[in-house]
């Protein structure tokens, strides 16, 4: 496991970096006590889910891919994040 230290508005990219595979930008959008934000940024036929999701998923020994309700967390493309002041 990489473990990095980002502080607000700081980022990482996960992926092909060269434009051939896929590329995730993730973004540190607000730390509030001992909560963090982070924004997701990837094509949509990327999926990102919270790992408590994939974790129940391959409990429920489910074979087939269910969207979650009006789409989020599926690698819905939003545009970019917006910048928190």
Do not use: Y
Not at 2 to 18: N, T
Not at 24 to 47: M, Q
């Amino acid at each position: 496991m990489l473990v990095l230290s980002r502080k607000k508005q700081e980022g990482v990219f996960v992926g092909d970096i060269s434009g051939v595979g896929p590329l995730v930008k993730v973004t540190v959008l607000d730390i509030i006590g001992r909560n963090v934000r982070l924004g997701f940024e990837a094509e949509a036929d990327i999926p990102i889910l919270r790992s408590e999701l994939c974790e129940w998923d391959q409990a429920q020994g489910s074979s087939e891919r269910r969207a979650p309700a009006s789409g989020v967390g599926f690698g819905k493309t939003m545009g970019p994040l917006p910048l928190a002041h």
